[in-house]
């Protein structure tokens, strides 16, 4: 067929072959649905044996390390994070027919935590939306929700004080974390001239202050109790605007005035998914501890020098206040390495003998961020 032949395409008007092509669609469609399906049961037989053992349906290294074979197995041209998404929600779909999974978040729906979430169980779990970070963790000590997703550290505002509060509080335990880069928009019903008021909770508006005080230095700032309050707020007034996610400017409606309005490229959030279980070794784990110490010269140096004798590396480490102790700390630390590994196992056990308390708030795998 010749060029103009081929761009005159067939008498309805369609393209020469796409009607072959669509017909070639519509077969790979069925097969990928079969396949599915067939995967999905195959997953329902391992639920089955894993319920004949008392182990848990969820298992977060288990699934990081499917999504990463999978990624790496694609040739394109579809993307890796593409792939993933596809997987991700494969996975959530077959875990839902071995059980449904309830999952707490600071809500309500498009906060932060809830996309965090969704990047690490899907979207077949039921959502339980909360008012606060101390509300998650009750839902899961309580056993109303099997986990929960709370944040951690900001690459920018550095800890969650709630979160550690909360962690001193209650025994749960870490089972995998989800590295979610923060893109902050500023979302609105109405032009940038008519703002007054920006509304947002208070970490939003301190990641975005430069930007704010450039751009919009007259409006006014709003604290509000989460991005997703900020963004329906927005959508009520008519000179209000949002900072929050893009999902939550789709849900409620609102313009895109700016995006990526971060002050600082690369935030990123650290959320910890929150149950009552370790994750098991994958080889690229790290632990998270925390310890009080005697109130003495050397106290803190003697206890950090213990992974160094074990050559284990240090990723984090915060110090939190004890409530009504004066000059009283517990300490948190996250190291290289799973507890069942033996350096591990001979740090704990020689930090147990040094210090008042120590906690072990889980093992997870390390995890690459997304979003």
């Known amino acids: 067929m010749t060029k103009s032949g081929s761009a005159r395409g067939s008498a309805a008007g369609k393209p020469a072959g796409l009607a072959a092509l669509r017909t070639r669609i519509d077969a790979l469609d069925r097969q990928i649905v079969a396949l599915m399906n067939q995967r999905a049961d195959v997953a329902r037989q391992i639920g089955l044996l894993k319920q004949s053992t008392g182990s848990a349906t969820y298992d977060p290294s288990r699934e990081e390390a499917v999504l990463e074979r999978v990624a790496a197995a694609n040739e394109g041209p579809l993307a890796d994070d593409s792939v993933k998404a596809i997987w991700r929600e494969l996975i959530s779909g077959s875990r839902a027919i071995e059980q449904h999974l309830r999952v707490a978040h600071l809500g309500p729906a498009w906060t932060y935590s809830h996309l965090a979430a969704l990047h690490r169980f899907g979207s077949s779990v039921d959502f339980v939306p909360v008012a606060s970070i101390s509300a998650a963790f009750e839902e899961v000590h309580a056993g109303h929700s099997h986990y929960g997703v709370v944040p951690l550290e900001n690459s920018t505002d550095g800890r969650i004080a709630d979160t550690l509060d909360n962690f001193s509080r209650l025994p749960v335990k870490i089972c995998a974390e989800v590295p979610l880069r923060i893109h902050h928009n500023l979302l609105a019903a109405c032009d940038r001239s008519a703002i007054r008021e920006v509304y947002s909770r208070p970490q939003a508006l301190s990641q975005c202050r430069n930007w704010l005080a450039r751009q919009l230095p007259s409006a006014r700032l709003v604290e509000v109790t989460s991005t997703s309050a900020a963004a329906e707020r927005a959508a009520a007034t008519s000179d209000g605007a949002a900072i929050a996610s893009r999902q939550a400017g789709v849900h409620y409606g609102l313009a895109v005035l700016a995006e990526n309005i971060e002050d600082v490229a690369g935030n990123t959030t650290r959320f910890a998914v929150i149950g ?51 000059r009283g700390y517990i300490f948190f630390v996250e190291l290289e390495g799973h507890r069942s590994d033996l350096r591990v196992r001979r740090a704990i056990a020689s930090l147990e003998k040094r210090c008042k308390r120590v906690v072990i708030l889980g093992s997870y795998a390390a995890a690459a961020p997304v979003g």
């Open 276 to 326: 009552h279980a370790d994750a098991e070794r994958t080889g690229r784990d790290q632990t998270a501890l925390m310890f009080e110490i005697e109130h003495r010269p050397g106290g803190l140096a003697d206890a950090l020098a213990i992974p160094k004798r074990q050559r284990l590396n240090l990723t984090w480490i915060e110090s939190f206040p004890l409530p009504g102790q004066e």
